[in-house]
Nanobody
Framework: QVQLVESGGGLVQPGGSLNLSCIAS????????MAWYRQPPGKERELVAR???????KYTDSVKGRFTMSRDNKKNTMQLQMNSLKPEDSAVYYC????????????WGQGTQVTVSS
């Protein structure tokens, strides 16, 4: 089993910044994919950014140039630096980890609220 714990959400004004962190613990495989998703109120969960093991981060179009995802494989952590935040970025943000070879297992954090409002 893998446990994911997020931190760093909160209330920020438009144009502000937040940094989300996620720590993975338990039976974490060194070969895994990490990602951040978000779910705005009344909408479906959507992929924000992903780092496939050994590859560069990829982003959904709406956050390109504003968000930066990083990961530390030794510490089993991932971060999402969010700059130039907009009200439409408001959502519950979830970290996600997928691992396994023949059978993939997906793990989710509990979510952290990000609210962008003046």
């Amino acid at each position: 089993q893998v446990q994911l714990v997020e931190s760093g959400g909160g209330l920020v004004q438009p144009g502000g910044s937040l940094n989300l962190s996620c720590i993975a613990s338990g039976s974490v495989s060194p070969l895994n994919d990490m990602a951040w998703y978000r779910q705005p109120p009344g909408k479906e969960r959507e992929l924000v950014a992903r780092i496939v093991w050994g590859d560069a981060a990829k982003y959904t179009d709406s956050v390109k140039g504003r968000f930066t995802m990083s990961r530390d494989n030794k510490k089993n952590t991932m971060q999402l630096q969010m700059n130039s935040l907009k009200p439409e970025d408001s959502a519950v943000y979830y970290c996600n980890l997928v691992q396994g070879l023949a059978i993939k297992t997906t793990y989710w954090g509990q979510g952290t609220q990000v609210t962008v409002s003046s």
